[in-house]
């Protein structure tokens, strides 16, 4: 069974960092293509950031890009998301997902297998 675990979510201040991690537990986390999504309350869920197996491809949404970087270890199971100049509207539940397949349709949620219980980030102004 694949278990994935965030943490690093809290509350921030608008312009801060903050990192999130997500631990995945099973010994084939190096053929995984991970991605991030996040939940606002009433929203739908939407992609953050994606990266392929070895880490050599990414991808993210324009809402974030130049401000969110991806990246994962595949020594540790863990995938980042480091997240800067934060602003209130990236307030939202972060969910990290895994999918034993190739990087193609990264931005689809349903195409993941397995995902995480969530980490809260709430970032105020």
């Known amino acids: 069974q694949v278990q994935l675990v ?5 509350p921030v201040q608008a312009g801060g960092s903050l990192r999130v991690s997500c631990v995945v537990s099973g010994r084939t986390f190096s053929s995984y293509t991970m991605g991030w999504f996040r939940q606002a309350p009433g929203k739908e869920r939407e992609f953050v ?5 070895s880490g050599s491809i990414t991808s993210s949404a324009d ?3 130049g401000r969110f970087t991806i990246s994962r270890d595949n020594a540790k199971n863990t995938v980042y998301l480091q997240m800067n100049s934060l602003k ?3 307030t939202a539940v ?3 997902a895994a999918k034993p397949s190739r990087f193609s349709g990264v931005k689809f949620g349903g195409g993941y297998d397995y995902w995480g219980q969530g980490t809260q980030v709430t970032v105020s102004s």
């Not at 950031?49 to 197996?53: C, F, K, L, P």
């Open 94 to 96: 972060y969910y990290c």
């Open 6 to 10: 965030e943490s690093g979510g809290g």
């Open 63 to 65: 809402s974030v890009k």
């Open 88 to 90: 209130p509207e990236d």
């Open 49 to 53: 950031a994606g990266i392929s197996s």
